[in-house]
């Protein structure tokens, strides 16, 4: 596949148009991973809409986002910065063998609290 | 009583009983029968953004379409079966793509639309039963502080949640006065707990897990409620103790000295 299939599938699949963009950074502003997204949320809306989505699929972002909305809140001009991280992490997870959690980490690091939710929303964020 | 179809969810079948059990008795109390849906599925526990999920999205159309069936409205009651529920409901109504194809897989009698009111059951304490009522109804008022915990799940995005003002919501609050606690505002109630992210990268949550209850803390709360499972393990688990955590049904069973 080209980089710029890449790229069409990406944008359809996150829903939002990356070009309304204004750059203002209130999303990054308002992300309560942003120590954490090594591309901030701003950066990362505006990487797509310049096409450089190997940085993002290598990025450390697309799995430290928390999907908490708040990014899309704040947004002045209707961009969903979460929808396109998530984007990102769908087409690098659905790529084989590229799942973010493997089966065998899950043991040790289960306690007796641990809710299924938690089990079952990190599956389906992180694995395909 | 009034009868209401109500998704419970996997979680509040195991690990959060607390969160269903409570709720059900409470809500018996205050004259509203929670009527389990048959044949529910999980959910998912997320919402998928991507817009070529379908798969994902179909049990939660299914228990909408049953409810539909079944008076019209669907009770929630852990906050990300109430997102995944209320969220997919609004593709349903507003997406051609996703109604179109959820529907030709599904084949049900008649397709579903997005017919069917989501509620998740602190909307409906306030509007089915009444915050009055429920006031009314206490038998032992907690004079405690407490602080409501809203995290994301409830309130985002709020073009669709409209569960309340996403920036400073009161619900929870009202429902602290309604079983005589005093509410307790503190700047990270509506701040996300770090969520799934435990499983990849265990220090995130950590950090926001202690802010909340830091901030809380330090406006005067002496316990912190919750109406998700998540939230509730990722605070206590790590909190260090800082705020005990409950769920908001376990504070309304109290009040209302109702047995567990
Ligand atoms: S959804 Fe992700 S990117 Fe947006 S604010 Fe939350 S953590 Fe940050
Ligand atoms: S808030 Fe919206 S417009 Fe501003 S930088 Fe982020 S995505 Fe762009
Ligand atoms: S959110 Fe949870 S508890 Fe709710 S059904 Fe879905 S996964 Fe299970
Ligand atoms: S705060 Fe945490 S668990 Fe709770 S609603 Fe947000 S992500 Fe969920």
Redesign the pocket.
């Given at each position: 596949m080209t980089n710029k299939e890449y790229v069409e599938i990406i944008n359809r699949v996150s829903g939002t148009d990356?070009q309304?963009?204004?750059?203002?950074?209130?999303?990054?502003?308002?992300c309560p991973a942003f120590k954490d997204m090594d591309i901030k949320?701003?950066q990362f809306?505006?990487l797509l809409a310049k096409g450089k989505i190997e940085v993002l699929m290598e990025s450390k972002a697309i799995w430290n986002c928390l999907s908490c909305m708040a990014?899309v809140e704040?947004?002045?001009?209707?961009?969903?910065?979460a929808a396109?991280v998530e984007a990102v992490r769908d087409t690098v997870t659905r790529m084989q063998g590229n799942n973010g959690i493997k089966a065998e980490e899950i043991p040790p690091i289960v306690d007796e609290l641990i809710p299924q939710q938690l089990l079952v929303s990190a599956y389906r964020k992180y694995n395909k | 009583m009034v009868k209401i179809s109500y998704y419970p969810g996997c979680t509040l079948k195991t690990k959060a009983k607390d969160l269903d059990v409570t709720a059900r008795l409470c809500a018996k109390a205050l004259g509203v029968e929670m009527d389990e849906i048959e044949n529910w599925q999980c959910c998912g526990a997320v919402y998928p953004m991507g817009t070529d999920e379908i798969a994902t999205k179909l049990s939660a159309v299914r228990a909408l379409d049953y409810a539909k069936h079944n008076g019209g409205k669907l009770l929630t009651l852990c906050s990300a079966c109430h997102n995944v529920i209320k969220r997919t409901n609004e593709d349903m109504k507003k997406n051609d793509d996703i109604r179109f194809r959820a529907n030709n897989y599904l084949q049900l009698d008649e397709p579903y639309g997005g017919e069917t009111e989501v509620l998740h059951y602190l909307e409906m304490l306030k509007t089915v039963v009444g915050f009055d009522k429920i006031k009314q109804a206490v038998v032992k008022p907690l004079n405690r502080k407490i602080g409501a915990y809203y995290g994301c799940l409830l309130l985002r995005p709020s073009g669709v949640m409209a569960f309340d003002n996403p920036e400073n919501p009161t619900i929870i609050e009202d429902f602290i006065r309604a079983i005589g606690g005093t509410p307790v505002v503190y700047p990270f109630r509506n701040e996300c707990c770090g969520a799934y992210v435990s499983l990849k990268n265990g220090n995130l949550p950590k950090e926001k897990s202690r802010k909340v209850l830091t901030s809380a803390k330090e406006k005067g709360a002496e316990e912190v409620i919750t109406a998700c499972p998540l939230c509730l393990y990722n605070l206590q688990v790590n909190g260090d103790n800082i705020l005990p955590v409950k769920y908001f049904t376990e504070l309304l069973a109290e009040a209302l000295g109702v047995q567990v």
């Open positions: 990356v309304k963009c204004m750059k203002c950074g209130k999303c990054s502003g308002r949320p701003h809306v505006s990014c704040r947004c002045p001009r209707g961009v969903a910065p396109v | -």
